[in-house]
């Protein structure tokens, strides 16, 4: 399975641009790069996903590498609402054409006022 | 619309008891994921159903743990003779289809053995 590294912790100011890297220079040329993330005693919740161009969404946005070795999730204008455990994962194939999360530790990311 | 519900919330057992978790996935979603999470961990993936083909095990991580699925409907994953290791939170999911990219998820069970 590809692995991901990610800071365990980060901060960031209220309003400002949260910028949290991941490092998965094992991934495949097929393989996408997934962002979720989980509130406290929540259910993980899907932020955002690409291959290999950036992408946006009313979430977030996603900076992928050329090589593919390393992206960034952007949140614009964090919130403190935005506190959470961010995950970056690459899907792993299953049997059948899905694919399941295969999830590192993750960075706490909190919002200070 | 409702969302995926698992069922206890919180559930307390002694070591050896058999426990059974209950997940009701989203309505028409033909995928249902089962992963497990332990303390300030991420998920491990367990079990996958799809439809009426035969469920992906791989995840499983011994023979006391068993998983069923009726259809497109509940799942019940069913832990046997159960170990203090066991004790995480036990999380559902599903998805649309096979190829769908979002997994929603429910908001787990969080089991201890005592």
């Known amino acids: 399975d590809a692995k991901t590294t990610q800071p365990p912790s980060m901060d960031c100011a209220e309003g400002r641009a949260a910028n949290l890297p991941c490092n998965h220079s094992t991934i495949s040329g097929n393989e996408y790069v997934y962002w979720y993330r989980q509130i406290h005693s929540q259910g993980p919740q899907y932020i955002i996903h690409?291959?290999?161009n950036n992408e946006t969404n009313e979430m977030a946005s996603l900076i992928i590498t050329e090589d593919r070795k390393s992206s960034t999730l952007i949140l614009p204008h964090a919130t403190l609402r935005d506190t959470a455990v961010y995950y970056c994962?690459?899907?792993?194939?299953?049997?059948?054409?899905?694919?399941?999360?295969?999830f590192g530790q993750g960075t706490r990311l909190t919002i200070n006022p | 619309g409702a969302g995926v519900s698992q069922s206890p919330s919180n559930k307390v057992t002694e070591k050896g008891k058999d426990v059974e978790l209950r997940c009701d996935p989203i309505?028409?979603?033909?995928?249902l994921y089962w992963y497990r999470q332990r303390l300030g961990q991420g998920l491990e993936f367990l079990i996958y159903?799809?439809?009426?083909?035969?469920?992906?095990k791989s995840g499983l991580p011994s023979d006391r743990f068993s998983a069923e699925r009726t259809g497109e409907s509940v799942s019940t994953l069913t832990i046997q003779r159960t170990q203090q290791e066991d004790s995480a939170v036990y999380l559902c999911a599903s998805s649309l289809g096979a190829y769908s990219y979002e997994q929603y998820f429910g908001p787990g069970t969080r089991l201890t053995v005592t």
């Open positions: 309505s028409g979603h033909t995928a």
């Open positions: 690409g291959l290999k």
């Open positions: 994962i690459v899907r792993v194939a299953l049997r059948g054409g899905a694919q399941k999360l295969v």
């Open positions: 159903f799809q439809g009426n083909s035969a469920p992906d």
